[in-house]
């Protein structure tokens, strides 16, 4: 049974999202590329970050029957260019790099034939230490049986997970580099993608750093991507559990905007003087 402040928590959730979709209906969605957030699939954490494995196979199917599914290469091209995204999009990305992604998370994919970008902390996976809330790391051959699917882009999530906001340039250029280097040693090619720690955005010499190396760069924002999106301050929508199939497909069709904007008040308190 749920604890009264498990309950309480719950019940804020619940109340974020209903006053999210409300705003939906006064506003409806930019159009654009959307771009989902996803972490672990399976995990049994019971956390917000892990999706029980039904619901995530509910959400491909819906989401390969009704959505347009983009590689990120795809979506960079039409967002890039002149005339903008030829219609709306979805783009599937995992954050982090934990051992369901090969377990669970391929093979969902393989079924429904839908791609996805995948962005790695390669110091948890180099060291075999555990993500946060005991997420096994892959191993390097995990990451690279992953990695050999037509459907698998992966990317770069930095090398220890740390935010590049509080670093100095010579820790980023490092944090930047190591991980390319093993990514580029184990895959056999250099990362052309970048994802923020915690989608907080770099200090302006990180997103020097992050531009001059990378095609592409994520956050988060909960809105969709149009031909006026900056490449590298691409936004994304969290998927979680408590969005239930109702929420999900909102988020996916690029609603959900107003429930970032309240995330994000919450987040700067917890993250307030931490550097990982
Ligand atoms: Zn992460």
Redesign the pocket.
């Known amino acids: 049974m749920a604890s009264p402040k498990a309950l309480a928590v719950g019940g804020v959730r619940a109340v974020i999202k209903g006053s999210a979709a409300v705003g939906d209906t006064l506003r409806p969605p930019a159009p654009g590329i959307t771009i989902l957030i996803y972490h672990r699939v399976g995990a049994g954490s019971g956390g917000q970050m892990d999706l029980a494995p039904d619901a995530f196979e509910r959400q491909l199917a819906w989401l390969a029957a009704t959505q347009r599914v983009l590689t990120l290469d795809a979506a960079a091209d039409e967002i890039g260019d002149i005339a903008g995204p030829t219609g709306p999009g979805v783009v599937l990305t995992f ?2 790099g934990t051992t369901d992604w090969v377990d669970q998370v391929l093979p969902a994919l393989e079924r429904h034939a839908l791609p996805a970008t995948f962005y790695v ?1 390669t110091d948890f996976v180099d060291r075999g230490v555990p993500f946060p809330a005991d997420g096994r790391p892959l191993t390097w051959v995990g990451l690279a049986e992953l990695d050999s699917s037509d459907l698998v882009t992966v990317g770069n ?1 930095t090398h220890r ?1 740390l935010l590049l906001d509080r670093l100095a340039p010579a820790e980023i250029d490092e944090e930047l580099d190591r991980s390319q280097e093993l990514l580029a040693e184990h895959l056999g090619a250099v990362p052309t993608h970048f994802c923020y ?2 989608a907080v955005a770099g200090s302006p010499a990180a997103e020097e750093a992050v531009r001059a190396r990378f095609r592409t760069a994520v956050l988060a924002g909960t809105r969709p991507n149009d031909r006026d999106a900056d490449l590298w301050r691409l936004t994304r929508s969290p998927v979680q559990p408590s969005d239930g199939d109702r929420w999900f497909r909102r988020k996916a069709m690029g609603g959900m905007h107003l429930e970032d904007d309240l995330r994000r008040s919450v987040n700067r308190l917890r993250y307030r003087g931490l550097t990982s």
């Open positions: 954050d982090d902390s999530h997970h720690p915690k």
